[in-house]
């Protein structure tokens, strides 16, 4: 399971109504370097998108929202984990996961994953990505 961060224009971007969270179209991307969390736009770390081939498509993968879930005072969405199979000659190593509205503007950026490293996956394996099926990728909840 991995913790997904908000992007520090991500509230901000929710009240300026760039963002649907349940009708927009939502891409998981590979990167290969560190996550800027002063990005906004797909356009400030486009550069960094690995290779496409060998299991990994330029773009990303479109998201499947699920639901959104309330329980105990917290909103919560429910987005299924995308998968990549590394093929052929194995996926080009990523270090970064990013969430981006296609749908958006200037395809606004949402939550981020950085690894800390590299990850390289084997040929014929998926890349170990799972968003937290339970709790959801991104929780609203009300302080009180």
């Known amino acids: 399971m991995s913790l997904a961060i908000p992007f520090n224009s991500f509230i901000r971007d929710l009240g300026e109504e760039k963002h649907d969270l349940s009708s927009d179209t939502f891409k998981a991307r590979l990167l290969n370097v560190a996550v800027d969390d002063s990005w906004d736009t797909w356009s400030d770390c486009s550069a960094n998108e690995i290779a496409n081939g060998n299991g990994y498509t330029t773009g990303g993968i479109t998201l499947t929202v ?79």
């Open 66 to 144: 699920v639901s959104w879930s309330i329980t105990d005072g917290a909103v919560r969405w429910m987005v299924t984990s995308p998968v990549w199979t590394s093929a052929t000659s194995g996926m080009a190593a990523y270090r970064s996961l990013v969430i981006v509205n296609d749908s958006a503007p200037n395809d606004e950026l949402v939550l981020y994953i950085d690894y800390g490293f590299g990850r390289s996956v084997a040929v014929g394996e998926n890349a170990p990505i799972f968003f937290d099926e339970e709790n959801g990728l991104f929780v609203l909840s009300v302080a009180g």
